[in-house]
Every structure is written in C-alpha cells, then in structure tokens.
C-alpha cells in the first residue's frame, strides 16, 4: 500500500509540473543569485507549493512541500546535499522544480551569513565555474522577474503611471540584455551590473499591475533597437548628455530640462572639501592657480568639464574622487574649504526617478513621461509586433527577439527533465 502510495505521489507530482512546464510561455529568466560574493553553504526552504528534487539530471525526491529544506554546500567533488538533515551525497547539480505557478522558496545564505530572501518557481544550484563556491540560479517567469525588478529599483510609494514607466524601461532592458552573462550559465545577474533583484515582490501589488498592463511594451530607438534604459534618482533640473557620462553619444539620451524634481529630496546638496586637499588635486590633473577665486565655478547648465584657465577636468572623474552625489555642482571658496552646492542624486542621464513620480502625480501618463525623458523613440509593444507579417520581414527588429535560442543551458532543465521522466511514466 505505502509502495503504491509513493508512487501515485510521484506520477501526480510529475504529471502536476509537466502540465505547468507545457503552460509556461517562453519566456523564462534565469538570474544569477548572490552573484557579488562567493557562496559556501544555503539552505532551501519550501515557502508554498512543492518542489521537485533532481540531481545530475535524475529525480531524487518527487515533493518535498511547505516547510521542508534542503542543504547545499560546496564541496570539493561537488554540491553536498541534506534534505531534512539526512545527507544525500555529492552532485554536480541540484534542482529544484516548482510543480506550480505558485510555488515559493526562500535561501537563507549560511557562510556568508544573509537573512533569508524569497524566491518565485525554480531553483539550480551547482558549483561555480571559478571554484568560489556555488552558483545560485532562480529561473522564473517574466513577469514574476519584472516584479521584483522594479519593486527593487523604485520602492512602493510612487502612483500606478510611475510603475507602468519603470516596468517598461525594466522589460526594455531585459530584452537588450537577456543573455548578458551566457557564459556564466544564467541570464542576467541579481545585481546593479544587470538590474537590481531581490526576489519575490513582496509588498505592492500595484506593482504587478503595472507590468501586466504593460506586458510587451518596450522602448526602442531610430534603428528600431532597445534603447539603453538609463535612469538615476533626481537630475537637479536638467538632465545629461549620455556622452558627458559614457563617451557614446546617444540620440535618445539627449540633455532636457526638467522642473518636476526640484523640490524633491534629491534636489539640493552641499559638501566642504579643505582647500588644501581641492588644490592637490586640481594640480594633480593640471591646474593651478594662485588667487584660490581662480577655482570658483557656476554651472547654470550642466558641463561636461571643471575648466580653470583653459585647463579641463572631466566632472565624472571630480564625482569619484571626492563622492559626490552628481557632477551639477557650483564651486565657492569659503575660508580654508572649498564649497560645493550642488543639485541632483546620480549620474544624470535618461529618466529622472523622481521628477517622473512627480510627472504621475500629475497625472502625465506613462508614454508621456518616457518621451519626455528619451528623445527620438518610439514605445512598441513587442508580443504583439513580432507576431506581424511586418515584424517577420523586418530583420532589424526581429534580430532583437531576447527569446529566440538565446537561453543559456541552465534554464532548460525544467523541460529536460519533465520530458525525459514523463516519457519513462509512459513507458
């Protein structure tokens, strides 16, 4: 009977997550996890839903369920795994299954130590190709991933217009990036190199809103590519030129005024920097004066350039070195300091968070706010252009499909494995 039982559990917990894997659209993400510190030991625990357990490819536990956990900790052979603190050996990998669209895991980091973080649909876990610990894949829907990303990058606060505007320039560059870290095994990283994700959406769900009504809008540019979807906290009134910032010159990333981030919180800065310390650095990078009036500057518009005496320091590099919270600063020397007054949170250039949520407030809709901000663009949505005749003919667009064959070899097990068990159920 408890033979039967078991496997009655194992032909519905597969049946359960290949009927999910065949409802799944392609487009699925795998996200490298932690991926800015080595990983030694976490723990997997089952939050709802159940989970599949594969290792090297083979089914090892058909469901563990809510509450559960498993152990994975680099070894020299391998990922050492315990499941409910029994130990199960050493694998190359291990996976975990969601067997629904609800299934929720948390990782609870180990050494190093990190509070548990939770997680959407599947989990992959082998040893990193560098050796310095384990490598960490959430692979998860879409919208689940966009979710997270934007509640990441924006908080909760901000009205409905906002999040469709940060949800858009979120999918954008999904779709621009997707397969930015292939070589590592996964797309993209949890980190700011790719977009900043922390997991399961948690607290808005206005936020998961803002990306179903957005669902396959993105923005692109005259040659019909995605554009850079570059954005900062508060531009101080203006926003920069992308080649003050990044040498390349964008026609979309073009300097613009802007009124609506003024009066916010990231509008307004000052820092003292003794004159003494000022002076050797402006000697340093050739300039040097002898009245210390010399160093003054106004920038009623945004520079590129601290200039003194036809002597140019790029303003990005002056940020860096003395942590400034943007380069629209003006100079004033005040006793043995020098004063810097400046306005703006960032590097300035694309759309300003803050002026945008201002722009929602209003009630500016969310097309608007990105026009304002990226010139020369046009708001597509993708799903439905590339499944036009005119998309099909139209090879620029179409070399830009993120989900045509450019998924990395981790984010197949779901459908691997599914279909080889499936095929021995059958047999």
């Keep these: 009977m408890k033979t039967t039982t078991s496997y009655r559990r194992l032909c519905c917990g597969l049946a359960a997550y290949f009927a999910f894997a065949l409802s799944l659209c392609a487009q ?4 490298g996890l932690f991926f800015d510190m080595p990983v030694k030991a976490v723990t997997f625990t089952v939050q709802s839903g159940s989970y599949a357990v594969i290792v090297d490819d083979t089914l090892l536990v058909a469901a563990i369920d809510k509450g559960a956990s498993m152990q994975l900790l680099s070894g020299s052979g391998g990922v050492r795994l315990r499941v409910s603190g ?9 996976k975990a299954v969601g067997m629904g669209d609800e299934g929720l895991f948390s990782i609870t980091c180990l050494n190093p130590q990190r509070p548990a973080q939770a997680y ?3 989990a992959f876990v082998c040893s990193a190709k560098d050796g310095s610990g384990l490598l960490i894949v959430n692979q ?3 919208r689940f991933y966009l979710s997270g990303v934007v509640e990441a990058e924006t908080g909760c606060t901000a009205r409905p217009e906002f999040f469709k505007t940060q949800a858009i320039l ?7 990036h997707f397969n930015r870290h292939g070589k590592d095994g996964f797309n993209l990283c949890d980190g700011v190199h790719c977009q900043a994700y922390k997991g399961l959406l948690t607290r808005c769900r206005r936020i998961r809103a803002a990306v179903d009504e957005t669902e396959g809008t993105i923005v692109i540019d005259d040659k019909k590519r995605p554009i850079t979807p570059s954005f900062h906290a508060n531009c101080g009134g203006q926003t920069c030129h992308s080649e003050n910032v990044w040498r390349e010159k964008l026609p979309y990333l073009r ?7 003024r009066y916010q919180q990231g509008a307004q800065w000052q820092k003292r920097i003794a004159l003494g310390e000022w002076r050797d650095y402006m000697s340093r990078n050739g300039i040097r004066v002898k009245n210390p009036k010399q160093f003054e500057l106004e920038q009623s518009l945004r520079k590129k350039y601290y200039e003194v005496n036809g002597k140019k320091v790029e303003l990005t590099k002056i940020r860096l070195r003395f942590g400034l919270r943007s380069t629209f600063f003006d100079v004033r020397v005040s006793g043995s300091d020098v004063l ?4 703006g949170y960032g590097h300035g250039v694309g759309l300003c968070q803050e002026g945008a949520m201002q722009m929602a407030e209003k009630g500016i809709a969310c097309e608007n706010i990105l026009r304002h901000y990226y010139k020369n663009t046009s708001i597509i949505n993708f799903n439905q252009a590339r499944s036009t005749q005119a998309m099909q003919q139209d090879s620029m667009l179409f070399l830009f499909n993120p989900w045509r064959n450019e998924t990395p070899d981790t984010t197949t097990f779901v459908d691997d494995v599914i279909g080889r068990d499936s095929a021995a159920l059958q047999d």
Excluded: I
């Design 170 to 176: 979120s999918r954008t560059y999904l779709y621009a």
């Design 255 to 261: 300097s613009v005024k802007d009124p609506h981030c």
């Design 120 to 122: 959407a649909q599947h």
């Design 28 to 31: 699925k993400v795998s996200v």
């Design 86 to 94: 029994e130990s199960m050996g050493t694998f190359s990998s291990v």
């Design 340 to 343: 810097l007054t400046g306005r």
């Design 140 to 142: 998860l829907n879409e």
